[in-house]
Nanobody, 117 residues
Framework: QVQLVESGGGLVQPGGSLRLSCAAS????????MGWHRQAPGKQRELVAT???????NYADSVKGRFTISRDDAENTVYLQMNSLKPEDTAVYYC???????????WGQGTQVTVSP
């Protein structure tokens, strides 16, 4: 049973930084595509960033140049470094995993990020 547990969310002022972590258990993240999604109040969930097993990355246009996704397969952990945060980044951030074998998508419970003066 794969479990993804996020941590690192909180309240930060505009222009500040946060680092989210996602600890995976139950199966190695190696070779699997991991990512982060977010959902702001009253809005649909949206993709923030993904990273493949070969460390190819993809970002939403709204976060390019400000957010960086990374992974440590030895620690079974995925990170999201968020810099120059804006109020519109306020959302619940979810860690996601697209596992190849057996093929299945997993979601964490989410961590709240609030950007406010």
């Amino acid at each position: 049973q794969v479990q993804l547990v996020e941590s690192g969310g909180g309240l930060v002022q505009p222009g500040g930084s946060l680092r989210l972590s996602c600890a995976a258990s139950g199966s190695t993240i190696s070779l699997n595509t991991m990512g982060w999604h977010r959902q702001a109040p009253g809005k649909q969930r949206e993709l923030v960033a993904t990273i493949t097993g070969l460390r190819n990355t993809n970002y939403a246009d709204s976060v390019k140049g400000r957010f960086t996704i990374s992974r440590d397969d030895a620690e079974n952990t995925v990170y999201l470094q968020m810099n120059s945060l804006k109020p519109e980044d306020t959302a619940v951030y979810y860690c996601t995993g697209s596992y190849y074998y057996p093929p299945k998508n997993y979601w964490g419970q989410g961590t709240q990020v609030t950007v406010s003066p």
